[in-house]
């Protein structure tokens, strides 16, 4: 992108566009992320340990499964405290909400307005838009007090400024690169994990029954002297509570359906002719249809932080 002021042009980075507030909600929900993740998989794993020990025989297996039991009831106990998935929720959809924003004002989408309006204007309506994000997570752990009591031109950065003065043809070159290929190669990879992941996931959840039907016959033939059906019923359990945490499913599909939509969108784009006079005012449009394809993961987010918030009020 050319500086605006006849310098070297040089590839703008979407990580430079982005103002300190999207860094610090990213940064608390991928905190909020991993602590979820591993305190769940601690809990799950200290089940199965105390059912396959309290499906043994003699007094050390008890007392195995009284430990594991007794760990499993702390972890519970601190993820219900400290309420790390509710963090990693509130962090993303805060992160992306301020996403949208910046990259709407950095390339004049949607309502932002092209020139003749002055640039106060654009801020003005910047700071009004992120304003009401702010309200949106007021007292969120996401967000701290620090940066919502900031004001809004704080929160744009210097590279959004740079590159909303830019022609039409170097914003729409930035924004493909930078914003709706980064996404689309991000949401592509995804979907394939998240479908292969609940793939395996599915076959597990037979494979366990009936590995648990098998023992159970063998047992009641006398083939078979260790009770481990509570052990395999633990394991069933806990790999049908790990595929509803992950959302493998729900998100392969979200995910998938969010690159389809970016890439018929990306083509609308690319075929935008520039230089015609209703140009800026078709841009916006289609960058405005853009975001709203990347908001609707926002929204998903939004959604499980408020069903997880109202979980948490039922306790």
Known sequence: MASGTGGADRVVRERELLPELFWAADSASQQGQHRAVRLSAAELLLLVAAATAGSADGRPWAWLAAVAYLGAIGLSAVISRQNPQGLWYEGRAAAESVKTLAWKFAVRADAVQPPPRPLPDAEGLYGLQLGRVLHAFRGSRAIGPGLAGRPAESQVTAAM??????????????????????????????????????????????????????????????????????????????????????????????????????????????SLDVGSPDAEELWARFSRDAEDAVSREHTTWQARREVNGAADREY
């Open 161 to 270: 400024r740079a590159l909303r003065e830019q022609p039409l043809a170097v914003r729409r070159d930035v924004y493909l690169r930078e914003r709706i290929q980064v996404q689309q190669d991000w949401y592509r990879s995804k979907s394939r994990y998240c479908a292969r992941a609940g793939f395996w996931t599915g076959v597990a959840g037979v494979v366990l029954p009936l590995l648990g039907l098998v023992l159970a016959v063998l047992r009641a033939l006398g083939l078979f002297s260790f009770d481990a059906l509570g052990a395999v019923s633990a394991v069933a359990a806990s790999v049908t509570a790990w595929a509803q945490l992950r959302q493998y499913r729900p998100l392969a599909a979200a995910y998938g359906l969010a690159a389809d939509e970016l890439a018929l969108i990306r083509a609308q784009l690319a």
